[in-house]
C-alpha cells in the first residue's frame, strides 16, 4: 500500500480525522451562514429606519398641515375683524366730522345773521361768542369721538379675543381627537388580537369613497404604529 502511495491508516485516526474535517466545515458552514443572518439583519434595520423616517415625515408633514389650516383660518378670521375694525373705524370718524360741520356752519350761520345789524362793539363780541360755541363744538364731538372709538375698540378686543379662543378650542379639539382616535385604535387591537400594545407613531391618514346600499359613503381611515 505505502509502494502504491495509499497511507494506512488505523481506524480510530481516520475517524478523527474525518470528525475534524466534519467540525471543520460546520465550523465554515456557522460562519457563513452567521454572516448572511448580520447581513439580512442590517438590511431589516435599515429598511427599517428607511420606512420609519418616511412615516415619521409623513406624520409630521400631516401634523403641519392640519396646524396651517388652523392658523389659516385664524389668520383669515383676523383679516376680516381688522377690515371690518377699520372701515368701522372710517365711518365712525366720519359720521361725527359731518355731524361736527354740520352743527359748526349753523353757528355761523346764526351769527352771520346777528352781525348784519349789530355795531363794530356787538360785532366783537359776536364773534367772541361764536367762536366760544365752536371750540365748545369741537370738544365735545371730540370727546363723543374718544369714548365711541374706546366702545368700537373694547367689542373688537371681545371679538379678537374670541377669534384667539376659538383657535385654542380648535386645536384642544383636533388634539383630544387624536387622542381618542389613537385610544380607539389600542382598544380594537386588544379586542381582535388579544395583544395589549401602544401606539408609536401616526402613519398617517386616507379617505375614500364607496358605494353601499345605493349610497355614496366617504370614509376616513387612520394608520397607526404599534409597538
Known amino acids: 500500500l505505502d509502494r502504491l502511495g495509499y497511507a494506512f491508516k488505523p481506524a480510530i485516526i481516520g475517524e478523527r480525522d474525518f470528525s475534524q474535517e466534519v467540525e471543520e466545515q460546520s465550523r465554515k458552514r456557522v460562519e457563513i451562514a452567521r454572516d448572511e443572518t448580520e447581513k439580512l439583519i442590517r438590511q431589516i434595520d435599515d ?6 423616517q418616511t412615516l415619521q415625515d409623513q406624520w409630521e408633514d400631516e401634523r ?12 383669515q378670521e383676523a383679516r376680516a375683524l381688522q377690515q371690518r375694525e377699520s372701515a368701522a373705524r372710517r365711518g365712525l370718524s366720519d359720521y361725527y366730522e359731518d355731524q361736527q360741520r354740520i352743527e359748526e356752519q349753523g353757528i355761523r350761520d346764526r351769527y352771520k345773521a346777528l352781525t348784519r345789524t349789530a355795531t363794530d362793539e356787538n360785532r366783537d363780541m359776536l364773534d367772541r361768542r361764536m367762536d366760544d360755541e365752536l371750540n365748545a363744538v369741537r370738544r365735545r364731538y371730540r370727546d363723543i369721538q374718544e ?3 374706546q366702545k368700537l375698540e373694547e367689542g373688537f378686543d371681545s371679538q379678537r379675543k374670541t377669534i384667539q379662543e376659538g ?15 389613537e385610544q380607539a ?9 388579544g395583544i395589549t400594545s ?3 407613531k401616526s402613519l398617517g391618514v386616507i ?3 364607496f358605494m353601499a346600499g345605493g349610497k355614496r359613503i366617504h370614509k376616513t381611515v387612520h394608520h397607526f404604529m404599534f409597538t
Do not use: G, H, P, Q
Open 167 to 181: 383657535l385654542d378650542d380648535r386645536r384642544k379639539i383636533e388634539s383630544r381627537a387624536a387622542r381618542d382616535r
Open 147 to 149: 369714548i365711541e372709538t
Open 207 to 209: 379617505d375614500f369613497w
Open 64 to 75: 403641519d398641515s392640519r396646524e396651517r389650516a388652523i392658523n389659516a383660518a385664524a389668520d
Open 47 to 52: 429598511r427599517y429606519a428607511r420606512v420609519k
Open 198 to 200: 401602544s401606539i408609536t
Open 185 to 193: 385604535a389600542i382598544r380594537e387591537v386588544a379586542e381582535e388580537t
